[in-house]
């Protein structure tokens, strides 16, 4: 094993670890805090900041050796990494060979803490906090750890297949989107939805969680180069270029057809391009970037505004809408406008010669989306059976904020 770190990709790393943490909390949880109404704004930021410390001390404790542990049947980590055993200070030559494998470590678990919180916006306003916690833990160990390994472990199939993902298009938004959706389907819909108008209670912070998160995936898909490099800021300008380019997109669609552009069509247009380049960001140019935020812009714009419309399912703040179905354009789209010439450990794309990569990041979707909706549904019907999905009914009335938490987040006083 080498020892030869570099320190510059070390605090390149260590800097965007801080940058991925940001996203969860503040970013995610002032951007979902924002959507929801006044009753519930404590009780969905706590969501996002609870599972920062129980995800931390998880992946710690097991859920890194799972996701990146020694390879059994291309399916999951064996628990030779538990506690950390063996994962020291040293390269691990097979994931990062120029930083601390702690500090690969610490920078994955990060990923693997905004995944399961990303779902919290399905079931927004409902759920009981104790079943929240429970199914949380039982997710990211069941679903992000497996799905993981899939695709960046050594020896995951995905990975072995040649499934490109940069920066976790399949793995972080497929898998969380689509268990978004089941989620939100199985809790059932908001009392009043849809027939009452629900607004965001305050948009400042959800424009203000958006701005976070852009900030914050710098980290997220730059420091997926693993190094303070070239790399890195091909990575960097594709996705700055595509959330431009999405939310742009969202804002004059909206200005044509509802006549005004909106705030919320901005942040939602933002973060829909965000995901989307995740997967491809380390594979593509910034033209193809732009394409690709335009192509999500108008696709998850669909979705969030007509197709959730029609159905009227109640995935409350766009989990599904943005992340599931941005995601997997996202991953599809790796599978067209990848280039070698950005990156030499990747592939080409459908429009570059290469219609083989296509049909290998559909297949990564798919099973992605199979295996995710299957687990799910497994764990909402025990977890139905056993604790109930959601609070009673004068409790969603009165708000989760005082009847899980005992809190307020606005006091007012004479």
């Known amino acids: 094993m080498s020892t030869n770190i570099n320190y510059g990709d070390t605090a390149w790393i260590l800097i965007s670890t801080a940058l991925v943490m940001l996203m969860t909390a503040p970013g995610l949880a ?13 009780s969905t930021m706590m969501q996002s900041f609870f599972l920062l410390c129980m995800i931390s001390i998880q992946w710690i404790l097991f859920g890194y050796s799972l996701a990146f542990g020694p390879d059994i049947g291309g399916f999951i980590g064996n628990l030779s990494w538990i506690g950390l ?4 200070m ?38 009981k906090f104790s079943t929240f916690v429970v199914f949380s833990l039982l997710w990211a160990t069941l679903v992000y750890d497996p799905v993981a390994h899939w695709v960046w472990g050594m020896g995951g199939w995905l990975r072995t297949m040649g499934a490109l993902d940069f920066a976790g298009g399949t793995v972080v938004h497929v898998s969380s989107g689509i268990s978004a959706l089941v989620f939100a389907l199985m809790i059932g819909k908001r009392k009043g939805y849809p027939d009452n108008v629900i607004p965001p209670h305050n948009m400042t912070f959800t424009l203000l969680g958006a701005s976070l998160l852009w900030f914050g995936w710098f980290g997220f898909n730059a420091g997926s180069a693993l190094g303070a490099n070239e790399l890195a800021v091909s990575a960097f300008i594709a996705t700055n270029t595509a959330a431009a380019a999405a939310a742009l997109t969202w804002i004059i669609i909206e200005w044509i057809i509802a006549g005004k552009p ?29 394409f690709i935020g335009i192509l999500v812009g108008l696709v998850c714009y669909t979705s969030v505004v007509v197709i959730k419309q029609k159905f009227k399912y109640d995935d409350s703040l766009d989990a599904f809408g943005v992340h599931g179905v941005g995601g997997t354009l996202g991953a599809l789209l790796t599978g067209l406008f990848a280039q070698k010439i950005v990156n030499a450990a990747g592939n080409n794309g459908l429009l570059f010669g290469n ?14 989306i199979g295996y995710s909706v299957t687990v799910t549904y497994i764990l909402l019907k025990i977890l139905d059976k056993i604790m109930g999905l959601r609070v009673e009914e004068k409790d969603e009335m009165m708000g989760l904020d005082n009847t899980q938490h005992k809190e307020s987040a606005y006091t007012l006083i004479d």
Do not use: C, W
């Open 355 to 368: 219609p083989s990569q296509l049909k290998i990041q559909f297949i990564g979707v798919i099973a992605t």
């Open 30 to 42: 002032f951007f979902y805090g924002g959507l929801v109404r006044r009753k519930n704004v404590l």
């Open 85 to 88: 055993k063996g994962v020291g």
């Open 262 to 290: 909106t705030v919320l069509g901005g942040a939602t247009g933002a973060v829909a391009g965000l995901v989307a380049i995740t997967p491809s960001a380390g594979f593509v140019t910034p033209i193809s970037a732009i």
């Open 90 to 127: 040293l390269p691990n030559p097979d994931y990062a060979a120029s930083i601390p494998h702690q500090l690969f470590m610490v920078y994955q678990m990060m990923f693997a803490v905004i995944t399961p919180a990303l779902i919290t916006g399905a079931f927004a306003e409902r759920i």
